[in-house]
C-alpha cells in the first residue's frame, strides 16, 4: 500500500494514501492507476524459469541476513514508524485505526492496511480462516463491498473497536505481521538481494515498497525500479551501489513530489539519503535521522 503521513501529521499520527488494490489475492491484473494488487505472485519473476527462480534461491541463502536479521528488521520498522507514525515505538501500532481522509477509507495496523485498497481485507480473512471466531470476522461482507472505496458502509460504528480489541491477541499481531512480510518486506528485500544491494538498499527497497505499494505501475515500486534501471546499472549488474541507490532516490523523490500527500520527502532527504551519503550501506548502528523535521535515535 501507499503511504503518507505528512500533510496530515499535525493531526493524524499517520496518514496512508494506497494504491487502489483491486481484485483477488494475486498480481492476476492491474487496477486502477496502472497498478496490481499485492499477492504471492513476484512481477520481477514472471518471466523466469522454476530453475532461474531456485538459482535465485540458491544465492540468496549463500548471502549474510542483511535487513532479514533479526535486528535490522527490527531497525527498519522503527524507521518506517518513525516516517509513517512518528514514532519508534512500531508494535505499538497493531491497534492503530483512523481514517485519515486520503479517499481510501480506514488505515490500520503496524504497515497500515486499508479497508480500500484490498490490503486489509485479504488480512481478515485469511486471519478468520484460521480463528474463525474472531471479532473481525462479521464485517467480512462490508469489508468485501467497500474493497476498493473510500465508503464506511457497514463499518461504522463498529468496525474501530473491534479492530483495537481484536489487536490486544497475539494471533491477530502475529496476522499482521505475516501479512506485512508477504506482502512487502519479503518480496523488497528479496529483490533488493538479487539487486546486489546490502543492508541499506534492502531498506531503501522496503520503505519505497511501503510508501509506493507493490504496483507495477509508474509509480509503484516496481515500476520506480524500471525507470531507475533505465539510468543506472544494479551492483548485479557491475554498477555502483552508491551511484544506483541516489538515482533511486531521485526517481523516488520525483514520483512523491508528484502526489499532494508526499510533497514532504525528508524520509528520503535527511534519512536514507543521509544514511547513503554518510557510506553506511550496512545501516550500522547508531543513527540519527530526521523526519518532518522531528529528530530520532537509534543507539
Known amino acids: ?26 498480481d492476476s491484473g492491474d487496477a486502477a492507476g496502472g497498478q496490481k494488487a499485492p499477492g504471492t505472485q513476484r512481477p520481477y519473476d514472471k518471466d523466469k524459469s522454476s530453475a532461474e527462480i531456485k538459482a535465485d534461491d540458491e544465492l540468496i541463502a549463500d548471502l549474510p541476513a542483511g535487513l532479514a536479521a533479526p535486528a535490522k528488521k527490527d531497525l527498519a520498522q522503527k524507521l518506517i514508524a518513525s516516517a509513517e507514525n512518528s514514532t519508534l515505538n512500531w508494535r505499538g501500532q497493531y491497534g492503530y485505526i483512523e481514517d485519515i481522509g486520503d479517499s481510501h477509507g480506514y ?11 484490498h490490503d486489509l481485507l485479504t488480512l481478515v480473512e485469511r486471519y478468520t480462516k484460521d480463528h474463525p471466531d474472531n471479532g473481525l470476522a462479521r464485517y467480512l461482507p462490508a469489508l468485501r463491498k467497500v474493497d476498493g472505496s473510500d465508503s464506511h458502509e457497514g463499518l461504522d460504528p463498529g468496525f474501530t473497536k473491534a479492530w483495537k480489541a481484536e489487536a ?7 496476522a499482521q505481521n505475516t501479512a506485512r512480510d508477504r506482502i512487502y518486506f519479503d518480496p523488497a528485500v528479496r529483490l533488493a538481494k538479487l539487486d546486489g544491494l546490502g543492508t541499506l538498499g534492502q531498506f531503501i527497497y522496503y520503505d519505497a515498497m511501503v510508501l509506493h505499494g507493490p504496483g507495477t505501475g509508474p509509480n509503484g515500486f516496481y515500476g520506480l525500479r ?11 549488474q557491475d554498477g555502483k551501489e552508491k551511484a544506483y541507490l541516489d538515482i533511486f532516490l531521485d526517481i523516488r523523490r520525483t ?7 508526499h510533497h514532504d520527502t525528508t524520509r528520503v532527504d535527511t534519512a536514507q539519503r543521509q544514511f547513503l ?5 550496512a545501516l550500522k548502528t547508531p543513527l540519527t535521522w530526521k523526519v518532518y523535521g522531528e529528530t530520532f535515535r537509534v543507539p
Open 277 to 281: 551519503y554518510d557510506g553506511n550501506l
Open 1 to 26: 500500500m501507499k503511504r503518507a503521513g505528512l500533510l496530515l501529521l499535525a493531526v493524524a499520527p499517520l496518514a496512508t494514501v494506497a494504491v487502489y488494490l483491486m481484485g483477488g489475492d494475486s
Open 226 to 236: 524500471e525507470k531507475a534501471l533505465k539510468e543506472a546499472n544494479t551492483p548485479a
Open 168 to 174: 490486544d491477541k497475539p494471533a491477530f499481531r502475529k
Open 255 to 261: 514520483a512523491m513530489k508528484s502526489e499532494k500527500a
Open 107 to 117: 488505515t490500520a495496523g503496524i504497515i497500515g492496511f486499508c479497508t480500500g485498497t
